[in-house]
């Protein structure tokens, strides 16, 4: 092979110079350019020494003083061609099968923050419901953020990959929280990889963020601070026994939905709680609320995982949140509404 190891290298198409890292395959290797690692085709890059005693040394021209305001911004770099927002990258490295075929081994996942933000990212793997890797480090501007490898065998081990954003810093129009949730599929994975390898391309990427949401309008009164401190409310009675049931706040909670739970195996009563959100979720839509709050739980998390999911898929829910509440701590979701 033309290349070793710790070979210096030029990337032809931009200039920059890195060092070998890594062989993905025959034709493609990992480069090192000022701390980020990447993939690039041998053909995208040569040995910088001819370049360096062969191109004549450029002569500043001699302006004078230069002021601040004359030096160009520096470029934000941006190597896999991503647009604005969040991204997890999945780059393929490949080994050999018994009939000398390129076969995908492993993934090499990158959490890239095409954002001017800088942001608290909180990371967890799950395989089948059972956490394998938790992370939790703050992730800067326009930075590329390598998180683990992941094996390609474990796609049918039912994974699911939860990140939870924060803002570094707060932002009084910006909802200071964001949560999203990747399931991947080996049959979709391995149709991601056929695209990518048709198109030439090192890996492949899905979208968790494309623009951080505003903050919800939400009432102008603060209901859980005032019930906290004390104030009690009531709900103005109306002739309609249909509107004796809205509720702006409900608990899920299995011994809140029937008095007969112990005896009930762990699928029925989640799916006993599910079938309670959706009636409570529909009453909420009757009635135009402008917002829900569904107690789940902390528990495993499960409960709130299959809610989250649903909530995904609706086309009502503006947005939600589960962040710390003063009366149900991290065991709520709350849900605001579009018309």
Known sequence: ??????????????????????????????????????????????????????????????????????????????????????????????????????????????????????????YQLFYDRVKDIELKNEILPFSDNYLHDFPFDRLNDVPRLVFEFTLRQTDKKRASHYESVYKPKAKQVFKQVEEMRLRQKAHFHIPLLEEWPLKPEGPGLDFGRLDHAGFKFHAKQSRSSESAHLRTVVDLHIDKLTDNWKSLPVPEILDMQLSAFEKFYENALHHHQGSLIVIHGVGTGRLRDEIHDILRQKKEVKSFVNQFHPLYGFGATEIYFQY
Do not use: C
């Not at 350019?33 to 910088?48: L, S």
């Open 1 to 122: 092979m033309k290349y070793q190891l710790g070979d210096k290298v030029l990337l032809i198409h931009s200039g920059e110079e890195g060092v070998i890292v890594d062989f993905i395959n025959k034709k493609m290797v990992m480069v090192d350019v000022g701390g980020v690692t990447f993939p690039v085709y041998t053909d995208q890059i040569d040995f910088p020494y001819f370049q360096k005693f062969s191109k004549p040394k450029p002569v500043a021209p001699s302006r004078g003083k230069v002021f601040v305001e004359d030096l160009k911004p520096e470029k934000k770099t941006n190597r896999y061609g991503l647009g604005t927002g969040i991204w997890l990258v999945w780059m393929p490295v490949f080994d050999k099968d018994v009939f000398d075929d390129d076969v995908v081994d492993y993934f090499k996942l990158y959490l890239i923050n095409q954002t001017e933000d800088a942001l608290i990212a909180h």
